[in-house]
């Protein structure tokens, strides 16, 4: 079962291998049906609202986790296939990644592409639960072989940044700033500047950032973390 804020809906998943979904209200009668999840063929595990991406995550024993539209019919956006049953799973607070638990192995999907990132392995048996604390960037997890493990958290990676955009970049901020200077009104300069434009100091020319990297983070399809017993 989980709450969704945004709607102030509650969602529970049922051995029909659905999921209901329900206005929330401390009165019965007045937890209205709104919507039902239907797509799964074995009995369903788990279920988040993903606050990110606004949009609601399933698990099951099946070996799928399905990704459903947050608004409308509710509709099965994206299946993705876990490689064996989901027994746990938590959405990364940061970045809305997909973080389950299949069997013994920690699986973390990226929340745009649904593309497997990050594998974490370490437990010798199911995992129960996973929790994602962001003032740390760590996940959380504890397993039926009797441990409770801590790994680094996902992150996004850096989108890469051209040298020669940035230098084009840098060369028209500083041609705004001197123009702006020099034509301002009421300023000796502007009031000279009309026929003096040879007088404006000559721009350098662009930097050359070919010489130094640009800082971005680079990320391999899966990373093993080593965990903490």
Known sequence: MVYNPRDNEVAYASSDKMVYIRKFSPSGPEMILVNTLQGHDMEITCIRWNHITGKWVTGSED?????????????????????????????????????????????????????????????????????????RNQYVSASWDKTIRIWNAWKMPRKKVNPEDLAKKKHASLADDVYERHSKPGSIAGDVMAGTEDMLPEMESPMDFSSSPVDSQAHSGSTEVTAQS
């Not at 947050?70 to 064996?84: F, H, Y």
């Not at 970045?95 to 299949?102: E, K, L, P, T």
């Open 63 to 135: 070996g799928t986790i399905r990704i459903w539209a947050g608004s409308g019919m509710n509709e099965c956006e994206q299946a993705l296939s876990s490689q064996g049953s989901v027994s746990a799973m938590c959405i990364d607070e940061v970045n809305g990644s997909i973080v389950a638990g299949v069997q013994e192995i920690i699986r973390v999907y990226d929340p745009e592409q649904y593309r497997l990132v990050q594998t974490n392995v370490g437990h010798q048996d199911a995992v129960r639960t996973i929790i994602h604390i962001k003032e």
